[in-house]
């Protein structure tokens, strides 16, 4: 059904019975994922479907060890049925977060809903030139989400600092952009955005986090861990490359940020650190959310206009 999303509930005897997820199984030797899907879609639901481009590949380690290896489906053939006795479901996307699912589809859902590119901004040196450079990165790149981080500048002046933050989250959200303040929930508050915590204030048990959308950077599992028990929207984890403000330090690489992705496979996490445009596609294959970046969404000097 055109701009809804398939369904099905798992049926009794199964692991997480009654709960519901995206129809497919388990690759057979020889198989490749894209075939194992369309194996799968024919014998469950009787389709004949054409695979296609990678969605999102999410390890886990429990309560069973497995990735979930996620395409799309371009077209199929004959009305889906559920041959194993399956309840299906045809869900606009905006409602697929009220359907109980496994831990592995939740990361699923956060793809299809949520923005694959997050902007995070560097420190103002002239605030007309960084809220201009702002509007150009979302305008240029169609970020959808923006994390207004200047903790430099934020402590050096605090007032002029607010000041600009009230202009930036103004515009944002005239242009329908998910903004988010980095560690102040005093400014949260005041103008109804996300707060993202540091890895400091996540692991604190003094704050009183109440009322506010949160959002976490971590930098081990036991912080993936918290940002999840707390209800977080999403986590940052990282650095996964050499960053230009940490010269000379190696990024933990792709393989352990999917290692740690996959002890918390329920919260959406993106790749941070040195990365951009160009890594949103193995960021995903991976396990993440897509990247946060702010030198890979930045203008670069000469070109700050919107």
Same mark, same amino acid.
């Given at each position: 059904?055109?701009?809804?999303?398939? $369904?099905?509930?798992?049926?009794?005897?199964?692991?997480?019975?009654?709960?519901?997820?995206?129809?497919?199984? %388990?690759?057979?030797?020889?198989?490749?994922?894209?075939?194992?899907?369309? =194996?799968?879609?024919? #014998?469950?639901?009787?389709?004949?479907?054409?695979?296609? /481009?990678?969605i999102i590949? @999410?390890?886990?380690?429990?309560? %069973?060890?497995?990735?979930l290896d !996620?395409? #799309?489906?371009?077209?199929?053939?004959?009305?889906?049925?559920?041959?194993?006795?399956?309840?299906?479901?045809?869900?606009?996307?905006? %409602?697929?977060?009220?359907?109980?699912?496994?831990?592995? *589809?939740?990361?699923?859902?956060?793809? $299809?809903?949520?923005?694959?590119?997050?902007?995070?901004?560097?420190?103002?040196?002239?605030?007309?030139?960084?809220?201009?450079? $702002?509007?150009?990165?979302?305008?240029?790149?169609?970020?959808?989400? @923006?994390?207004?981080?200047?903790?430099?500048?934020?402590?050096?002046?605090?007032?002029?600092?607010?000041?600009?933050?009230?202009?930036? /989250?103004?515009?944002?959200?005239?242009?329908? @952009? +998910?903004?988010?303040?980095?560690?102040?929930?005093?400014?949260?508050?005041?103008?109804?955005?996300?707060?993202?915590?540091?890895?400091?204030?996540?692991?604190?048990? *003094?704050? +009183?986090?109440? &009322?506010?959308?949160?959002?976490? /950077?971590?930098?081990?599992?036991?912080?993936?861990?918290?940002?999840?028990?707390?209800?977080?929207?999403?986590?940052?984890?990282?650095? @996964? %490359?050499?960053?230009? /403000?940490?010269?000379?330090v190696a990024?933990?690489?792709?393989?352990?940020? =999917?290692?740690?992705?996959?002890?918390?496979?329920?919260?959406?996490?993106?790749?941070?650190? &040195?990365?951009?445009?160009? *890594? !949103?596609?193995?960021?995903?294959?991976? &396990?993440?959310?897509?990247?946060?970046?702010?030198?890979?969404?930045?203008?670069?000097? &000469?070109? +700050?206009?919107?």
């Amino acid at each position: 059904m055109r701009g809804r999303i398939l $369904l099905a509930r798992r049926t009794q005897g199964r692991d997480l019975a009654g709960r519901w997820e995206f129809p497919g199984g %388990k690759v057979e030797a020889g198989e490749t994922p894209q075939q194992a899907l369309q =194996r799968e879609l024919q #014998e469950e639901l009787g389709i004949d479907a054409t695979v296609g /481009s990678p969605i999102i590949a @999410v390890p886990q380690h429990a309560p %069973k060890a497995l990735t979930l290896d !996620v395409h #799309e489906v371009r077209s199929y053939r004959n009305a889906p049925r559920g041959l194993d006795g399956q309840a299906l479901a045809w869900v606009p996307p905006d %409602k697929l977060t009220q359907y109980p699912m496994p831990p592995a *589809d939740g990361p699923v859902v956060a793809a $299809l809903l949520q923005p694959e590119r997050m902007l995070v901004t560097p420190e103002p040196d002239d605030a007309d030139r960084w809220l201009r450079s $702002l509007q150009a990165a979302v305008v240029r790149h169609d970020l959808r989400r @923006v994390q207004l981080r200047a903790p430099i500048f934020a402590a050096a002046h605090p007032e002029a600092w607010r000041a600009l933050v009230g202009r930036a /989250s103004a515009w944002l959200r005239e242009q329908g @952009v +998910d903004a988010w303040i980095n560690g102040d929930a005093g400014l949260a508050r005041e103008l109804d955005i996300g707060l993202h915590l540091r890895s400091s204030q996540l692991m604190s048990t *003094d704050e +009183d986090w109440n &009322g506010l959308r949160l959002a976490a /950077s971590c930098h081990s599992v036991a912080e993936l861990d918290a940002a999840a028990t707390l209800g977080c929207a999403f986590a940052f984890l990282g650095p @996964v %490359k050499e960053t230009r /403000s940490h010269p000379g330090v190696a990024g933990i690489g792709w393989e352990v940020f =999917r290692e740690m992705r996959a002890h918390v496979p329920a919260i959406p996490v993106y790749a941070l650190g &040195g990365l951009g445009m160009d *890594d !949103v596609a193995i960021a995903r294959g991976n &396990g993440a959310q897509g990247v946060a970046a702010i030198s890979g969404f930045w203008p670069t000097a &000469g070109h +700050d206009q919107a």
